[in-house]
C-alpha cells in the first residue's frame, strides 16, 4: 500500500528556518512528482507550494516563496525534501507532499497520494 509520512514541521521564528521531509513507501518513487502544498488555518483549498519533476529532477515553485523555499528528492531513500528559509509569519500553514505519477504540474487534483501534513508556524 502506497504512503507518504511527513516529518519536520515545528515552531520558528520568523527568518528562521525548517526543513520538511516526505517519506514514501509502496510506489516506484522515481515515477512519481513530488509537491508540496499548503493550507492555512485548516480549512479551504490546499496551494501549490513548490515540486521536483519525476522525469529530470526539475523544480517549480510558488512566486511566495520562490527564493526562499528550496525542494528536491532523493530517489535511492524515496524521500522528499522542502527546505524553508527565511520563512515568514504568512508562511504558517499545515504543509503537505503530494505524489503524482508522470505529471509534472501544480493542479492540486492531479496528485493523487497524500501524506497527513505538518504543521509550520512561524511566529513574528
Known amino acids: 500500500q502506497a504512503q507518504l509520512v511527513e516529518s519536520g514541521g515545528g515552531l520558528v521564528e520568523a527568518g528562521g528556518s525548517l526543513r520538511l521531509s516526505c517519506t514514501a513507501s509502496?510506489?516506484?518513487?522515481?515515477?512519481?512528482?513530488m509537491g508540496w502544498f499548503r493550507r492555512v488555518g485548516g480549512k479551504g483549498d490546499r496551494e501549490f507550494v513548490a515540486?521536483?519533476?519525476?522525469?529530470?529532477?526539475?523544480?517549480k515553485y510558488a512566486d511566495s516563496v520562490k527564493g526562499r523555499f528550496v525542494a528536491s528528492r532523493d530517489i535511492a531513500k524515496n524521500e522528499a525534501y522542502l527546505e524553508m528559509n527565511n520563512l515568514k509569519p504568512e508562511d504558517t500553514a499545515d504543509y503537505y507532499c503530494?505524489?503524482?505519477?508522470?505529471?509534472?504540474?501544480?493542479?492540486?487534483?492531479?496528485?493523487?497520494?497524500w501524506g497527513q501534513g505538518t504543521q509550520v508556524t512561524v511566529s513574528s
Open positions: 503530494a505524489a503524482s505519477p508522470y505529471y509534472s504540474g501544480r493542479e492540486v487534483r492531479r496528485y493523487n497520494l
Open positions: 509502496g510506489l516506484r518513487f522515481s515515477y512519481y512528482t
Open positions: 515540486n521536483v519533476d519525476y522525469s529530470d529532477d526539475e523544480t
